[in-house]
Each structure stands twice: as structure tokens, then as C-alpha cells.
Nanobody, 124 residues
Framework: QVQLVESGGGLVQTGGSLRLSCTAS????????MAWYRQAPGKQRELVAT???????NYTDSVKGRFTISSDNAKTTVFLQMSSLKPDDTAVYYC??????????????????WGQGTQVTVSS
């Protein structure tokens, strides 16, 4: 099993910045892609940004130019640097990872994992 642990949420004023982190832990695994989603009250969960192990990055239009996704060299931690925050960015932010793990001799499984979520609140 692999676990994703998030940190870095909080309360910030409009125009402020926050940095979210998410670290994957477990044994014998590699991340294929990691992403950040968010879910505001009464709304569906939406994809915010993705980064693949090859370095490809994508953002939803509403955060382009304000948010930056990155990962560490080991590709086990993903960061989301959020700047110029707006009240509309208020949501629970979830880390997501597509992970391949060795489960036996020449045996692998690929699964999607989710973090527990971290609250980001932007006050006006």
C-alpha cells in the first residue's frame, strides 16, 4: 500500500500565497503522475494541475499564471505553489497519484491513490 500525506493548507487573504505539499510513502513503488484536485462546497471535485514523471504539466484555465505544480527529484513529493489567491480558490485540495507498485517477482499493480485533503480558505 501507498499513502499520500498532504500539508500546507490554511487561511489566507485575497492576493496571498500558500504552498501545498503531498508526499507518497510506501515500498517498491514509482509515481507515474501526480495531481491536485479541489472541491468547493456544493461543487464537484475538479482537476487543478497535473505533473507526470516525464515532467509534462497541465493546469486548469482558472489557475494558469497563478499556480505552479512541481515535484522533487525522487518524484515522491508534489507541490502546489498558489499565488494571487482569490475567494473562488476556497476549497478542500486533494492530492492524487497514479502509482505502480511491485507486489511480487515481476508482478506489478497500478492504482490511483488520494490524500486526505487539506482546506484552503481565501478571505475577501
Amino acid at each position: 500500500q501507498v499513502q499520500l500525506v498532504e500539508s500546507g493548507g490554511g487561511l489566507v487573504q485575497t492576493g496571498g500565497s500558500l504552498r501545498l505539499s503531498c508526499t507518497a510513502s510506501g515500498s517498491n513503488f514509482k509515481t507515474n503522475a501526480m495531481a491536485w484536485y479541489r472541491q468547493a462546497p456544493g461543487k464537484q471535485r475538479e482537476l487543478v494541475a497535473t505533473i507526470t514523471s516525464g515532467g509534462s504539466i497541465n493546469y486548469t484555465d482558472s489557475v494558469k499564471g497563478r499556480f505552479t505544480i512541481s515535484s522533487d527529484n525522487a518524484k515522491t513529493t508534489v507541490f502546489l505553489q498558489m499565488s494571487s489567491l482569490k475567494p473562488d480558490d476556497t476549497a478542500v485540495y486533494y492530492c492524487n497519484a497514479d502509482i505502480t507498485q511491485a507486489v511480487g517477482f515481476m508482478s506489478f499493480t497500478t492504482e490511483t491513490y488520494w490524500g486526505q485533503g487539506t482546506q484552503v480558505t481565501v478571505s475577501s
